[in-house]
């Protein structure tokens, strides 16, 4: 079964830095894109960054640009988002979600995603 | 940037309703266009993609049109488990989602 599993969630103070992790089993990890999703409580869902099968290509929404880094290990099966001088507005439910192709430019969909781990930044 | 705007944000409809939500991008993204179901405390689950194209293990009731700019996703019956948030994706360029549409019991 295909699985992916958030972690490194919690409360940060703003201008603070976290890392998350999100491990993936079932599938040949290097195989596929990955990507980040975040839902601000009470709000929808926004796409936050996607990396390519090898980690060399990755895309960023515009409000994370410079702050946020994503990459992989593909010998640990394990995707991470470090984020740096986090705001407020960064408060969400981050999720990773496998893509289906090993490409990061697009024309694929998300399938399946983690269960999520709450950021929250506040002081 | 493609922004996706989807109709309406919400909707009341009865179960064994026909129900549509639409999903217009700004430019066009061929049929770069994905749906996805969500219930509350729950993460997202894919049911529709390449714009028409049903997921594996969804039920057949799900059933997603369009190409260009203007979608639909039509649930031609509606049943109890179906009463969630739905959003539309753009995979044309980068990627994009719609604001969600959110169906209630009537």
């Not at chain 1, 703003?14 to 975040?38: D, E, H, K």
């Not at chain 2, 109709?7 to 009341?12: A, F, H, K, V």
């Amino acid at each position: 079964e295909v699985q992916l599993l958030e972690s490194g969630g919690g409360l940060v103070q703003p201008g603070g830095s976290l890392r998350l992790s999100c491990a993936g089993s079932g599938f040949t990890f290097s195989n596929y894109a990955i990507n980040w999703v975040r839902q601000a409580p009470g709000k929808g869902l926004e796409w936050v960054s996607t990396i390519s099968g090898s980690g060399g290509t990755t895309y960023y929404v515009d409000s994370v640009k410079g702050r946020f880094t994503i990459s992989r290990d593909n010998s640990k099966s394990t995707l991470y988002l470090q984020m740096n001088s986090l705001r407020a507005e960064d408060t969400a439910i981050y999720y990773c979600a496998k893509g289906t192709r090993t490409t990061a430019s697009g024309g694929d969909w998300f399938d399946p995603w983690g269960q999520g781990t709450l950021v929250t930044v506040s002081s | 940037d493609i922004q996706m705007t989807q109709s309406p944000s919400s909707l009341s409809a009865s179960v064994g309703d026909r129900v549509t939500i639409t999903c217009r991008a700004s430019q066009s993204i061929s049929s770069n266009l994905n749906w996805y179901q969500q219930k509350p405390g729950k993460a997202p689950k894919l049911l529709i993609y390449a714009a028409s194209s049903l997921q594996s293990g969804v039920p057949s009731r799900f059933s997603g049109s369009g190409s260009g700019t203007d979608f639909i996703l039509t649930i031609s019956s509606l049943q109890p488990e179906d009463f969630a948030t739905y959003y539309c994706q753009q995979s044309y360029s980068i990627r994009t989602f719609g604001q969600g549409t959110k169906v209630e019991i009537k």
